[in-house]
């Protein structure tokens, strides 16, 4: 099955910086892990690999290796993966134009997110199988 998503120039940056910084050998991708929950209907993680795990689909990313397994794939689907630098957030950002908008918080009635949209924090970055030192 192919994925359709898109990745945006920022979030395209950021995933080649982590791996060109991680310290793995040439070819290393980026591992993007995402599951259902969480008010906006994603949680993820992500880590730099050496290869892709069992189950794994290695999708190219103007030359850059992803590694998605299997449930990921399912949910990036018509997903746009982008990257956000803000005073309040930093880190991988996820659009899925088919979704709802987010109402399980009522305390930020003025700050609404668009409909589907996700984020990963940088804190959340692992290495190898490592958390990240910062």
């Known amino acids: 099955?192919?994925?359709?998503?898109t990745v945006t120039p920022a979030a395209e940056r950021f995933m080649k910086r982590m791996v060109r910084f991680s310290g793995l050998?040439?070819?290393?991708?980026?591992?993007?892990?995402?599951?259902?929950?969480?008010?906006?209907?994603y949680n993820s993680e992500f880590s730099v690999e050496a290869q892709p795990q069992a189950?794994?689909?290695?999708?190219?990313?103007?030359?850059l290796k992803v590694f998605l397994p299997a449930e990921s794939r399912l949910m990036l689907q018509g997903v746009t993966v982008d990257f956000a630098d803000t005073p309040t957030q930093s880190g991988l950002t996820f659009f899925n134009p088919n979704a709802g908008?987010?109402?399980?918080?009522?305390s930020d009635a003025g700050a609404a997110k668009p409909p589907g949209v996700a984020s990963?924090?940088?804190?959340?970055?692992?290495?190898?199988?490592r958390p990240h030192a910062h």
């Open 55 to 63: 189950g794994d689909q290695t999708v190219l990313v103007q030359g």
């Open 120 to 129: 990963v924090s940088l804190g959340s970055i692992k290495v190898g199988g």
């Open 25 to 41: 050998p040439e070819g290393s991708g980026f591992r993007l892990v995402v599951s259902a929950g969480g008010c906006s209907g």
């Open 1 to 5: 099955m192919s994925i359709e998503m």
């Open 101 to 106: 908008p987010c109402g399980c918080s009522t």
